[in-house]
């Protein structure tokens, strides 16, 4: 199953310097292994460990963050789109 990956320009240099890469799994958990797989980078700033994300970043499926569905567990279908938002600080 295929589905694709968009990052924000200032993550693009862990993918390789694209906007988005492809990635393969049955859920949001197993779409970031095989992309952890292929950019360690990557896996290092989502601290990503044992199916959970760092409170850095925000990721989306299809527009909607997965918080509100099943997390890291959450399904994705072939051709499902995941975005991965780094959050930004203010004052």
């Known amino acids: ?11 693009r240099n862990l ?9 393969v799994g ?6 970031l292994d095989d992309l952890s797989e292929k950019f360690p980078g990557l896996k ?3 601290q990503y ?3 959970e994300i760092n409170g850095s970043v925000l990721v989306f499926l299809n527009g909607k963050s997965i918080r509100s569905q099943k997390g890291t ?3 994705v279908k072939d051709g499902d789109e ?3 938002v780094p959050l930004a600080a203010g004052g």
């Not at 049955?26 to 779409?31: A, K, S």
């Open 1 to 11: 199953m295929s589905v694709i990956l968009r990052v924000p320009y200032s993550m």
């Open 44 to 46: 290092n700033k989502l």
């Open 73 to 75: 567990k959450t399904p």
């Open 26 to 31: 049955n859920t949001i958990g197993e779409c």
């Open 49 to 51: 460990e044992k199916g």
């Open 15 to 23: 993918i390789g310097d694209v906007e988005e890469t492809e990635c």
């Open 82 to 84: 995941i975005s991965i």
